[in-house]
């Protein structure tokens, strides 16, 4: 079992368990208010829902600075159960990744919470909810640079730093041929190429660069530019509750709740609480 790329900076958790947070979040709405699930309607709900997650995928699930479970992931499901009026039968137990897929396909949970990668192979193993949170990637400049918002164009001919070999690498290079790749080895390579100004801009993951434009390490040097850009080519399909493949009808209750949770404003409250600035 895969999961989504942990493109997330470590400088995440250190913002979580300081409480660093600051600037209102923009929301991103990846749930269709039009749409409703037939099976949501008659489905019997099992007597326990067993949430499976881990602790290594911050900000969406790990333990906070007392040893507890918590984050985005964990809190969305505490609402979903809420929402379902079903919260004194649901659980959340933490494993390792590797031990998630065969305990929920051996009755075990319900649903995994953890960022399991949505593809061919692992639609053939496994139900999904609708995703209902993407990782969108964003450029990063200095406060201070003169390049705008209107992009493409403003990169023609601009260095810009990004991690080699990643999805990342190959997006830049797809959507911004006119822009020259500065390739580096890692995210805080390609920050520092920026803030030195070997790079006029860098390129990467919007949701650990959120993280790090909030934290003191960047000191308020820099900024997003441009908008968010998402491809599900590139950067997967986002993030789902994935289920047993038989197990639709639970996956159809799962979305009428998300889409209450969404359209009551308990998603936007989330997101303020765990992106101390928007990746959108």
Not at 28 to 43: C, E, K, L
Not at 56 to 61: V, Y
Request: hydrophobic share 50%; net charge negative; with cysteine.
């Amino acid at each position: 079992m895969r999961r989504v790329p942990a493109f997330l900076l470590s400088i995440a958790v250190l913002l979580i368990l300081s409480g660093g947070s600051g600037a209102q979040v923009a929301t991103p709405n990846f749930i269709d208010q039009a749409q409703r699930g037939a099976a949501a309607q008659t489905s019997v709900l099992p007597a326990r829902i067993r949430f499976l997650t881990s602790v290594d995928f911050p900000p969406f699930s790990f333990l906070d600075s007392r040893g507890l479970l918590t984050g985005f992931n964990v809190d969305l499901a505490r609402a979903v159960c809420e929402d379902m009026s079903v919260t004194d039968v649901c659980q959340i137990e933490a494993r390792p990744f590797d031990e998630l897929e065969p305990a929920l396909l051996a009755g075990e949970g319900e649903a995994i919470i953890a960022g399991v990668a949505i593809d061919a192979a692992s639609r053939t193993r496994l139900a999904f909810t609708r995703t209902y949170l993407h990782f969108p990637a964003r450029f990063a400049a200095p406060s201070g640079s003169t390049l705008g918002d209107d992009l493409p164009a403003s990169l023609d001919g601009q260095r810009v730093a990004v991690v080699s070999g990643t999805a990342h690498a190959a997006m830049l290079a797809a959507f911004f041929p006119a822009a020259i790749a500065v390739p580096v080895q890692n995210a805080a390579q390609g920050l520092s190429a920026m803030r030195r100004g070997d790079a006029a801009a860098y390129f990467g993951d919007g949701i650990g660069l959120s993280f790090w434009l909030a934290s003191e390490a960047a000191a308020d040097c820099c900024r997003f530019i441009g908008g968010p850009y998402l491809s599900d080519r590139y950067l997967g399909e986002g993030l789902a509750f994935a289920l047993a493949p038989d197990d639709e009808e639970l996956a159809a209750r799962f979305d009428e709740a998300l889409r209450r949770v969404v359209a009551s404003g308990r998603f936007s409250e989330l997101m303020l609480r765990y992106f101390p600035v928007s990746a959108f």
